[in-house]
């Protein structure tokens, strides 16, 4: 697999160089469509594509006329099924390897866009625009992302350097100023629709379960294992919010996360509602929305909740809390202040703990942590009688 990776980024590399001038010779002829096209590229996961929301929203408020476009990965792309401001989608799977990646770029060129924005460093990202015959190219760079990447970046006419410990969202953003955008919004965008709301309603009143309860929502996986804190914990989290809140718990997660939640199930001493699998990524929001708090690692759910602006427990571990994590009064983040920590930054994702594997600051956050945490959250939130713990 990564023979082949290698082979391919090289042919794309040598091919660019060499065919670029013929590429800048077409693209001088090409008009601008009266109807702008724009093309937003966003190959990162789950949450970086929610943070990538008000980019589409900020496009569609400035150009209501234009026809915008996402391209995106296939485990991402039902965040923005339900997305008025999109007008087509593009799964990028679907055009893996080098006759795949041809075959994007005839459609693409068919298509004739005028604009792309690249959000995530990619080197094939970088030679995309170029090859698509695309007049304007808008990119991401990083100093420490790679060589091949390096040597593709120069043929976008506009580039922004991501600054580590910075927000990835003021990021997307500010690569809108090369279109003229330089006032907006960095609010999320989640959009529901009504067979979603059925079918969340009648999950609930199946489980007899109603709005009044206290409805709180876990997610135990992170996609990186090293993010996620240990299932013992969040058993006896669970636990705690049963016995002291009389809370309902309900674990959130895909058909995978399954094995691990049915583990935390059979620790705890009290029921829970499992609906790992039930809900698909498009479907899930309208079940978050009757959530009265969120509590996860740093996991693409939990951008969500964020964006439907639920009440959120963070416990992001190694994660830069800076660059992406909910920062505001309506969620609390529990991390250890530790000389390593944080260690794990945007875009050169980590896959394990780089001091040996004591991954301690996440064995250093207990139940009681996080349980305090929750309860101070929703008394500061709450017009009503407050918790006591």
């Known amino acids: 697999m990564k023979v082949q990776a290698y082979f391919n980024s090289f042919f794309w590399l040598i091919a660019t160089y060499l065919l670029a001038p013929l590429f800048y010779f077409l693209i001088f002829f090409r008009k601008q469509n009266e109807r702008p096209k724009i093309l937003v590229i966003q190959t990162a996961k789950i949450g970086d594509l929610v943070c990538t929301t008000p980019v589409f929203r900020e496009i569609k408020k400035n150009f209501p006329n234009c026809y915008l476009t996402a391209m995106v990965l296939a485990q991402a792309k039902d965040v923005l099924k339900n997305n ?45 625009g170029l090859w698509s015959l695309i007049k304007n190219r808008a990119i991401t760079t990083h100093r420490y992302f790679g060589e091949t990447i390096g040597l593709l970046s120069i043929f976008n006419n506009y580039r922004l350097e991501y600054k580590s410990h910075t927000s990835r ?19 999320k965008e989640i959009f529901i629709q009504p067979d979603e709301r059925k079918k969340a309603f009648d999950f609930l009143k199946d489980k007899n379960l109603n709005p009044n309860d206290l409805l709180i929502g876990v997610c135990v996986a992170a996609g990186v294992k090293f993010k996620e804190w240990e299932p013992a914990k969040f058993a006896a989290l669970a636990d705690l919010l049963i016995e002291r809140l009389e809370a309902k718990i309900i674990f959130i997660g895909s058909l995978g996360d399954r094995v691990v939640i049915g583990k935390i199930q059979e620790m705890m001493q009290n029921n829970s509602i499992d609906t790992a699998g039930y809900f698909n990524l498009r479907e899930l929001p309208a079940l978050m929305e009757e959530l009265k708090l969120f509590i996860s690692g740093d996991t693409g759910p939990l951008y969500i909740a964020d964006a439907l602006n639920i009440l959120s427990v963070d416990i992001p571990g190694p994660v830069d809390i800076y660059e992406q994590s909910p920062i505001h009064e309506r969620c609390a983040i529990v991390q250890k202040k530790l000389y390593c920590c944080p260690c794990l930054f945007s875009p050169s994702f980590a896959s394990f703990c780089k001091e040996g594997g004591h991954l301690q600051c996440l064995k250093q956050i207990n139940p009681e942590d996080v349980f305090s945490a929750a309860v101070s959250l929703l008394n500061k939130n709450s017009d009503n009688q407050q918790i006591s713990p």
Request: aromatic content about 16%; glycine content about 8%.
């Open 169 to 187: 969202i003021k990021h997307y953003l500010a690569l809108l100023k090369f279109i003229g955008i330089e006032n907006y919004s960095e609010r």
């Open 84 to 128: 008025p401001r999109i007008d087509e989608i593009i799964v990028i799977n679907d055009y893996s390897g080098i006759k795949g990646g041809l075959r994007l770029i005839k459609k693409l060129r068919r298509d004739h866009y005028d604009w792309v924005f690249g959000l995530f460093p990619d080197y094939f990202i970088n030679m995309l």
